[in-house]
């Protein structure tokens, strides 16, 4: 029922920045939380960031202060801002929907945008 696109990925120098967007179709929105996830070669998928549907967020240790989640209900988008990015930081990045679903939930996934940090 619901579908994710994310864009935004690139090429960027250490310490540049990048912005992240997820658009998402089908189901509320607004009822869903949402989250940035990334896997980097030979790495298992890690959260980054995550914001829930009442706005609280949780970012990994590895990005805080450096990257910013936020949505926004209106054009059922959310946003990953990405400061002083790291070589470390090079990774395939996923957006990722929580969606309730009677008792239980369910996640949703995006196809994944590349980021590439050059030292």
């Known amino acids: 029922q619901v579908q994710l696109v994310e864009s935004g990925g690139g090429l960027v120098q250490a310490g540049g920045s990048l912005r992240l967007s997820c658009a998402a179709s089908g189901g509320i929105f607004s009822r869903n939380a949402m989250g940035w996830y990334r896997q980097a070669p030979g790495k298992q998928r890690q959260l980054v960031a995550r914001i829930t549907s009442v706005g609280s967020t949780n970012y990994a240790d590895s990005v805080k202060g450096r990257f910013t989640i936020s949505r926004d209900n209106g054009k059922m988008t959310v946003y990953l801002q990405m400061n002083s990015l790291k070589p470390e930081d090079t990774a395939v990045y996923y957006c990722?929907?929580?969606?309730?679903?009677?008792?239980?939930?369910?996640?949703?996934w995006g196809q994944g945008t590349q980021v590439t940090v050059s030292s």
């Open positions: 990722n929907a929580d969606v309730p679903y009677g008792t239980s939930r369910a996640n949703y």
